[in-house]
């Protein structure tokens, strides 16, 4: 989706969402606030306040992000999500407030196989790496079975999943190296 803005209607392009083999719809000012009911498997929405002297808005989403699947090896964060790439051309060179809603269903071929801890983040092409500053912690929206976060900057986004490991009690157990933990007791024998 690329859309100028329009200054002489009272409608604005504020972002898409798109739902897997079904297709996708532009978010503007007349149905923004139907994406609480919308089922879809990812979408963003651009804030109003934050398109001030925006000229256009482009947003594309990747349902089958293949090549988003290994892009961090740094970490043991994995991919969950379709990704969805973000900008803004701007009139101006003043940089205004930005703040975009998102919205993630995890994507069957991703969904962990053990207990994860989502963070929603953006592609950082500095560290070559996922990064979460500037995105805040998803809530799960059950009823629509995906997450939902925000963000303070535009980028390419995207849910990804980290193993939840519950550190071991240094006093009474071992952390084995698959990362489970087991009684001094027992490690001995």
């Known amino acids: 989706m690329a859309q100028p803005i329009s200054q002489s209607t009272n409608v604005t392009t504020l972002g898409a969402f798109y739902t897997h083999n079904v297709g996708g719809q532009i978010i503007d000012s007349t149905n923004e606030n139907n994406i609480s009911n919308w089922n879809l498997t990812?979408?963003?929405i651009i804030h109003n306040e934050s398109l001030?002297?925006?000229?256009?808005?482009?947003?594309?989403?990747?349902?089958?992000?293949?090549t988003y699947e290994n892009i961090d090896n740094s970490s043991n964060e994995t991919l969950?999500?379709?990704v969805i790439v973000v900008s803004v051309q701007r009139n101006s060179s003043s940089s205004s407030l930005?703040?975009?809603?998102?919205?993630?269903?995890?994507?069957p071929d991703y969904r962990p196989s053990v207990d994860a801890i989502y963070s929603c983040s953006f592609y950082d092409l500095n560290r070559s790496r996922w990064n979460q500053s500037g995105c805040t912690t998803p809530l799960?929206?059950?009823?629509?079975?995906?997450?939902?976060?925000?963000?303070?900057?535009?980028?390419?986004f995207a849910l990804v999943w980290s193993p939840n490991i519950t550190p071991c009690n240094a006093a009474t157990e071992l952390s084995l190296s698959n990362g489970t933990c087991v009684s001094?007791?027992?490690?001995?024998?």
């Open 42 to 44: 990812a979408g963003a």
């Open 52 to 66: 001030v002297d925006a000229t256009f808005v482009s947003m594309l989403i990747i349902d089958k992000p293949t």
């Open 80 to 82: 969950a999500s379709s």
């Open 98 to 107: 930005m703040n975009i809603s998102l919205y993630f269903q995890v994507l």
């Open 140 to 156: 799960f929206n059950a009823p629509l079975n995906r997450y939902e976060c925000s963000c303070n900057h535009l980028s390419t």
């Open 184 to 189: 001094k007791a027992n490690a001995q024998v």
